[in-house]
């Protein structure tokens, strides 16, 4: 059974610092891997998918990478804003069907 | 262009009755899933739809739950005579195809359901 951890829980930092989420997961064989962010209320908005032939993605200032062999993801937020403040979700697909998530981490970035 | 609705937004009920949520998938979407996310918990899956048969719903947690798609489109999801545990908030994705490594799936806002 997959199983998808995230490390760490929370985070605060302040505005403009660069910083590193992380996800690690138990069975590497998997489709892809995304990276969402949930805010309150709200439902998830999808960041980045990594397919499971590729070792990066990058969206503006995020950066995600992924090593299926150790299992292991990192989402990388350069020069964090007080918008990014919400929780980042990890999500492992296997057979093109269903995702399986983490517990997420909850950033704060204050001004 | 419109993305995944889901209804109501939100949902109280009493503990025995039925419920119906509903999912509105992307135009062109042929995969539907549904998550579940109880308060402090990661989103569980519940079943995942190709068109209108639904070759997984190993994540539904008892024979109260049952979910239906018409074609391509529109999905319910039934919860009978709810429990409190039901309690959650009920996620609806959809995406292209279903199959594939590049099948992202896109989030509607959620039902948030409260069980008295």
């Known amino acids: 059974k997959q199983e998808v951890t995230q490390i760490p829980a929370a985070l605060s930092v302040p505005e403009g610092e660069n910083l590193v989420l992380n996800c690690s997961f138990t069975?590497?064989?998997?489709?892809?891997l995304q990276w969402f962010r949930q805010d309150p209320g709200k439902g998830l908005t999808s960041l980045l998918l990594i397919q499971s032939s590729q070792r990066e993605q990058t969206s503006g200032r995020l950066n995600a990478s992924l090593d299926k062999s150790s299992g292991r993801s990192t989402l990388y937020i350069a020069a964090s804003q007080p918008g990014d403040s919400a929780t980042y979700l990890c999500?492992?697909?296997?057979?093109?069907?269903?995702?399986?998530f983490g517990e997420g981490t909850q950033l704060t970035v204050n001004p | 262009g419109a993305g995944v609705s889901q209804s109501p937004s939100n949902k109280v009920t009493e503990k025995g009755k039925d419920v119906e949520l509903r999912c509105d998938p992307i135009?062109?979407?042929?995969?539907l899933y549904w998550y579940r996310q109880r308060l402090g918990q990661g989103l569980e899956f519940l079943i995942y739809f190709q068109g209108n048969s639904a070759p997984d719903k190993s994540g539904l947690p008892s024979d109260r739950f049952s979910a239906e798609r018409t074609g391509e489109s529109v999905s319910t999801l039934t919860i009978q005579r709810t429990q409190q545990e039901d309690s959650a908030v009920y996620l609806c994705?959809?995406?292209?195809?279903?199959?594939?490594?590049?099948?992202?799936?896109?989030f509607g806002p959620g039902t948030r359901l409260t069980v008295l």
């Open positions: 069975d590497s064989a998997i489709y892809n």
């Open positions: 135009s062109g979407h042929t995969a």
């Open positions: 999500a492992v697909g296997t057979s093109g069907s269903r995702l399986t």
């Open positions: 994705a959809s995406s292209l195809t279903g199959t594939g490594v590049a099948d992202t799936q896109y």
